[in-house]
């Protein structure tokens, strides 16, 4: 009598982890905590971050519009690090689990991977749009920011990849953390884009600079 185990189905990957996710449970308390102390130590980190920039970034002379579309591609390859890191994620847990033939039925020992790639994709594609977008509007000496969207988003994927893995529970800062700076860049980007920052200050107006 073979005593071989049956290929895990899709649908019974599901089932383990809904049973598991359910056992798991996050308290509405510990969470309602973890969002705000993750918001308090975002807030912090960006108002010391814009206090001090001064002494911790310090951007090339950028004249351009082109200047500053160039200097914020120089600084994709490091939005790229948690992607790879989440790519490679996937891979070893195809290869030490039951599921490195993707059509074994095994996918559900690589479903938590799965879906912190996913994630890590959506946010990336998100936060390389809008400091694009942003480098666009914004004047040449806020180009400091750019790179303070690059450090907080790659700390905070990072983070959400070691929090997930460990449990579900411990993603909260990481995920704050990156779709934080992100939000922040996007509507940055969308009162330059309404005319509605510019009451406040003026801007490198896109119509006016030499490409």
Not at 41 to 58: D, E, N, Q, W, Y
Not at 193 to 208: L, N, Q
């Amino acid at each position: 009598m073979s005593s071989a185990k049956a290929p895990m189905t899709r649908m019974q990957g599901r089932k383990m982890a809904s049973n598991r996710s359910q056992s798991d449970e996050i308290p509405m308390k510990f969470a309602m905590i973890n969002v705000a102390v993750s918001l308090l130590i975002f807030v912090v980190m960006t108002f010391t971050f814009l206090k001090f920039h001064k002494s911790i970034v310090h951007p090339p002379r950028m004249i351009s519009i082109t200047d500053r579309l160039v200097y914020t591609l120089q600084m994709q390859p490091f939005t790229m690090i948690p992607m790879y890191l989440c790519v490679l994620n996937v891979i070893m847990n195809r290869i030490q689990t039951g599921a490195i033939n993707p059509l074994s039925g095994h996918d559900g020992y690589i479903e938590k991977s799965v879906r912190i790639l996913t994630n890590t994709f959506e946010q990336t594609f998100m936060n390389v749009i809008c400091q694009l977008s942003l480098a666009v509007y914004i004047h040449s000496e806020y180009m400091y920011f750019i790179p303070y969207i690059v450090f907080c988003f790659v700390a905070g994927r990072i983070l959400f990849l070691i929090g997930y893995t460990i449990h579900p529970k411990y993603r909260t800062f990481g995920f704050l953390l990156s779709h934080g700076i992100t939000t922040l860049a996007f509507f940055l980007t969308l009162g330059y884009a309404t005319g509605f920052t510019r009451m406040f200050h003026s801007s490198t107006s896109p119509g006016k600079t030499e490409l």
